[in-house]
């Protein structure tokens, strides 16, 4: 089918996962595939492995990809319940929902666990994480979020996960909103782990997410896992000889992955849509402070995916200004932290800077009515 005749969207997602995708990608799943053929499972499915660390590392030997069904907190669960065994312990650095997450996970697994909990618009800092290893040496993980999407905080995984590594420990990254839209190398970092999913900075659509990791560890977890459907060293064991899933696989998701991966290529890479990232937040933050929204977050630890906005008045009605923002195009975001009035815009997915410029616009012309 030609790309002119896949039907726009009704509007424009502003949000961080799903998001707005490319007629490209949206194209890519009109058609079906065979689970047992190497058009799929050689063709598709070991390609993208391929792809994905190739964008992980600056030197790929010994890193591999597995994917997995399910959205992103799948993965998080599958790669902790898989790498983390009863004997080992979790050091969890958490400043939002998604860290908060990952213990829930290992509450339920019954894994142990320490949780280090930082206010929501507080990055977690090197010496809280350095008093914790030194205070407990029972710990052999620990485990972070790279962009924490309850606020838009963006935490400084370079310099923890370096700390971690100094006291030998295991690290997992929780990349899920910011893989493919942050440049970041899991070999220089010391990442062990790394968890994502495709409907998020590399502009895929949901199904399936995928871990990152190093294949000499994640040889060391056969008999780990604590599910049977989400144990990571099977799923790897299966797919990566043949590119075969030991479930059913969301086949036209994946293919729609596929696509997606080549036209991040295109765009020029990580580096690329990064700057197109930042130049929609910067130009998105602007905006919106000469309309009276201000961001919750200092510009220095704000990510270039979601921004929170204070309510500019006590009155404010967020769930008017919603829908008539969505009558006009836009899909905007509910806040989602305690401590103030607050909705949130993304700017990633099919989003350029001529579409920042529109909805500030849009935005103004809805307040003056």
């Given at each position: 089918?030609?790309?002119?005749?896949?039907?726009?969207?009704?509007?424009?997602?502003?949000?961080?996962?799903?998001?707005?995708?490319?007629?490209?990608?949206?194209?890519?799943?009109?058609?079906?595939?065979?689970?047992?053929?190497?058009?799929?499972?050689?063709?598709?499915?070991?390609?993208?492995?391929?792809?994905?660390?190739?964008?992980?590392?600056?030197?790929?030997?010994?890193?591999?990809?597995?994917?997995?069904?399910?959205?992103?907190?799948?993965?998080?669960?599958?790669?902790?319940?898989?790498?983390?065994?009863?004997?080992?312990?979790?050091?969890?650095?958490?400043?939002?929902?998604?860290?908060?997450?990952?213990?829930?996970?290992?509450?339920?697994?019954?894994?142990?666990?320490?949780?280090?909990?930082?206010?929501?618009?507080?990055?977690?800092?090197?010496?809280?994480?350095?008093?914790?290893?030194?205070?407990?040496?029972?710990?052999?993980?620990?485990?972070?979020?790279?962009?924490?999407?309850?606020?838009?905080?963006?935490?400084?995984?370079?310099?923890?996960?370096?700390?971690?590594?100094?006291?030998?420990?295991?690290?997992?990254?929780?990349?899920?909103?910011?893989?493919?839209?942050?440049?970041?190398?899991?070999?220089?970092?010391?990442?062990?782990?790394?968890?994502?999913?495709?409907?998020?900075?590399?502009?895929?659509?949901?199904?399936?997410?995928?871990?990152?990791?190093?294949?000499?560890?994640?040889?060391?977890?056969?008999?780990?896992?604590?599910?049977?459907?989400?144990?990571?060293?099977?799923?790897?064991?299966?797919?990566?000889?043949?590119?075969?899933?030991?479930?059913?696989?969301?086949?036209?998701?994946?293919?729609?992955?596929?696509?997606?991966?080549?036209?991040?290529?295109?765009?020029?890479?990580?580096?690329?849509?990064?700057?197109?990232?930042?130049?929609?937040?910067?130009?998105?933050?602007?905006?919106?402070?000469?309309?009276?929204?201000?961001?919750?977050?200092?510009?220095?630890?704000?990510?270039?995916?979601?921004?929170?906005?204070?309510?500019?008045?006590?009155?404010?009605?967020?769930?008017?200004?919603?829908?008539?923002?969505?009558?006009?195009?836009?899909?905007?975001?509910?806040?989602?932290?305690?401590?103030?009035?607050?909705?949130?815009?993304?700017?990633?997915?099919?989003?350029?800077?001529?579409?920042?410029?529109?909805?500030i616009h849009t935005i103004r012309d809805i307040k003056e009515m």
């Amino acid at each position: 089918m030609m790309l002119e005749h896949i039907p726009e969207n009704p509007y424009l997602l502003l949000t961080p996962g799903p998001l707005s995708t490319s007629k490209g990608v949206r194209a890519a799943m009109l058609r079906d595939w065979c689970t047992w053929d190497e058009d799929y499972n050689q063709g598709v499915v070991q390609d993208i492995r391929r792809r994905l660390v190739t964008l992980a590392t600056e030197n790929p030997t010994g890193y591999t990809a597995v994917l997995m069904q399910g959205s992103g907190s799948f993965g998080v669960e599958a790669c902790l319940g898989t790498a983390v065994s009863p004997k080992d312990k979790v050091l969890i650095l958490a400043n939002g929902a998604y860290g908060l997450r990952m213990a829930q996970f290992l509450q339920t697994m019954g894994r142990p666990y320490t949780l280090l909990q930082f206010p929501e618009t507080v990055q977690p800092d090197v010496a809280a994480l350095t008093a914790a290893l030194e205070q407990d040496p029972a710990i052999t993980h620990v485990a972070m979020v790279h962009c924490e999407t309850t606020t838009g905080i963006l935490n400084p995984i370079e310099d923890l996960a370096a700390c971690a590594k100094s006291f030998g420990k295991t690290v997992m990254v929780d990349a899920m909103s910011s893989f493919g839209g942050i440049p970041l190398a899991m070999d220089r970092l010391g990442i062990d782990f790394l968890v994502s999913s495709a409907n998020k900075c590399i502009q895929g659509v949901p199904g399936f997410s995928f871990v990152l990791a190093r294949e000499d560890l994640l040889a060391q977890c056969q008999g780990n896992a604590h599910s049977h459907s989400l144990d990571l060293y099977d799923q790897w064991k299966t797919m990566a000889p043949t590119g075969k899933w030991r479930f059913t696989s969301p086949t036209h998701v994946v293919r729609a992955f596929q696509q997606a991966l080549v036209e991040l290529e295109q765009e020029g890479g990580v580096a690329a849509r990064h700057a197109r990232y930042q130049e929609n937040q910067r130009l998105l933050s602007q905006g919106m402070a000469s309309l009276g929204f201000f961001p919750l977050l200092p510009e220095v630890c704000q990510s270039p995916i979601i921004t929170s906005f204070r309510y500019p008045t006590p009155d404010f009605d967020f769930l008017s200004f919603y829908q008539r923002m969505k009558q006009r195009g836009f899909v905007l975001y509910p806040g989602k932290i305690s401590q103030a009035d607050t909705f949130r815009i993304g700017n990633i997915g099919q989003v350029f800077p001529q579409d920042i410029h529109t909805l500030i616009h849009t935005i103004r012309d809805i307040k003056e009515m």
